[in-house]
């Protein structure tokens, strides 16, 4: 449907959708629709637009690199809410593309970066293959940020473990060898989670030793439990926090009976 002027406070706009399956490619043909072939037949809706949507809808239509018409330009915007709303969701603009290119032939002619992953970058640039970037850096795209809970919850257990270890290293000999005999097959350290069942709180926890350089005093451990802890360590946790906000008060290493208790938790 050719643009018109808008006149008065509200404008019947037409557009088309896809809904029943039908050999009706003439019916596409006419709804402006690109030409995907048989089996799909539009539906005309009618819509109102005030005179303000209207000019933000022509004027984000002009923007675009084939001047849609106003029909063509609703069913874009359509596509492109419903695809908002995706997990994969990578259509960069103009600028961006431009911006990504640079940057690729920047790193290309540094030689920081694989060739191959470069020149698939690029084709997936000109090409609109964007979806083929999700393959290649699947490392990149594919990663789930992380929740606040889970980042607390990490940071409250190493917290703990530190005082933990610091309290029981500062301690007596008579007194570690006390701590051990109350605290049977309790694990005296801090051994980090399980990375096949608690792979999102040991990846937090690799990552801030490894990277961010906190705690230190953990940096050497694998951090891999490879038994769950989670359950374990908010039941520590729960033991823990009054000790914790006792300590903060003190300023001196939690003692022998306060490890006993947070060790023994249930």
């Given at each position: ?161 530190s005082m933990i ?31 096949n069942t608690e ?58 009976n306060e490890i ?7």
């Amino acid at each position: 449907m050719e643009r018109l002027p808008a006149e008065g406070r509200t404008v019947v706009c037409s557009c088309f959708v896809l809904k029943h399956r039908t050999n009706c490619r003439t019916l596409r043909n006419i709804a402006g629709m690109p030409g995907k072939g048989y089996g799909m037949k539009t539906e005309r809706v009618e819509l109102r637009l005030d005179e303000v949507t209207l000019e933000r809808l022509d004027k984000w239509c002009d923007a675009q690199p084939n001047h849609p018409s106003r029909s063509e330009g609703i069913r874009r915007l359509i596509a492109q809410g419903i695809e908002g709303n995706d997990k994969w969701n990578f259509h960069p603009n103009e600028p961006e593309k431009l911006m990504i290119w640079m940057l690729s032939e920047i790193m290309r002619r540094t030689n920081s970066t694989d060739e191959k992953t470069l020149d698939i970058i690029n084709s997936a640039m000109s090409g609109g293959h964007y979806w083929s970037l999700r393959w290649e850096l699947s490392g990149v795209f594919d990663a789930i940020p992380d929740k606040d809970d889970d980042l607390r919850f990490v940071i409250d257990t190493m917290n703990m473990w530190s005082m933990i270890e610091d309290g029981f290293k500062r301690s007596s000999d008579a007194d570690r060898k006390f701590i051990v005999l109350s605290c049977p097959n309790k694990s005296l350290v801090f051994d980090g989670f399980d990375a096949n069942t608690e792979g999102k709180h040991y990846s937090i926890a690799q990552f801030l030793v490894k990277t961010l350089g906190r705690w230190e005093e953990f940096k050497d451990r694998k951090m891999n439990s490879h038994i769950p802890r989670v359950s374990r360590y908010c039941s520590m946790l729960g033991a823990f926090k009054p000790i914790r906000d006792a300590f903060l008060h003190r300023g001196t290493p939690i003692g022998k009976n306060e490890i006993i208790a947070v060790l023994n938790a249930l």
